[in-house]
């Protein structure tokens, strides 16, 4: 049978992806890896993407960089130019679709305040997990970065419980 190997990236479009990147840099330590597609030079437009990507006739990609991030998914921020037709809003958890990301972090008070120090915007808590998911120091915090994208912070020490006997991945924190 048939099994992937796990998420290999997570797509971002931000309005300006140099304060997406400098955010990411500062508040995680991500690593820029490479640019496919830089200001300057000739976008990507929808003749080339539309059949790729689903890129909307009147935008065009400007710029695209991929980055690592610690042991876990890369991120790869797009802009887009806006031709009007593109949602101002980022998607949130009453929108169909992908809305939030987490990052698994051994420290959640000091992984929020970079993310604040960094820009980003902190809702309340952080909280305590629960069922499954609740255990001894097992935690969630929700934040919000400069774009609107949101982000959850999570820790779960104590492990999670399964109903079906397979452990929940988390990023092995000796090799990150």
């Known amino acids: 049978m ?16 140099e304060q997406a990147e400098r955010f990411f840099i500062d508040a995680f330590g ?29 935008t065009a990609m400007i710029s695209m960089r991929m980055m690592r991030l610690g042991n876990g998914p890369n ?23 992908l809305h939030h990301f987490s990052i698994y972090v051994d420290d ?3 992984a929020a305040k970079a993310f604040t120090d960094a820009g980003g915007i902190m809702t309340d808590g952080p909280v305590d997990l629960f069922r499954q998911e609740g255990g ?3 935690q969630c915090w929700f934040g919000r970065f400069p774009w609107g994208t949101w982000l959850e912070i999570i820790s779960f020490p ?17 090799s990150a």
């Open 158 to 174: 104590s492990g999670v419980k399964s109903d079906s006997g397979t452990d929940r991945w988390k990023p092995d924190a000796t």
């Open 30 to 58: 991500a690593e820029t890896l490479y640019s496919l597609v830089t200001k300057g030079e000739e976008p990507q437009g929808p003749a080339d993407m539309h059949q790729v990507n689903g890129l909307l006739p009147g």
């Open 136 to 138: 001894e120091g097992n």
């Open 75 to 97: 991120i790869e921020l797009f802009e887009i130019s806006d031709n009007g037709e593109g949602r101002k809003e980022a998607a949130g958890i009453n929108d169909r679709g």
């Open 108 to 110: 959640i008070e000091a």
């Open 2 to 17: 048939y099994q992937p190997r796990g998420i290999e990236h997570i797509g971002i479009t931000v309005p300006d992806i």
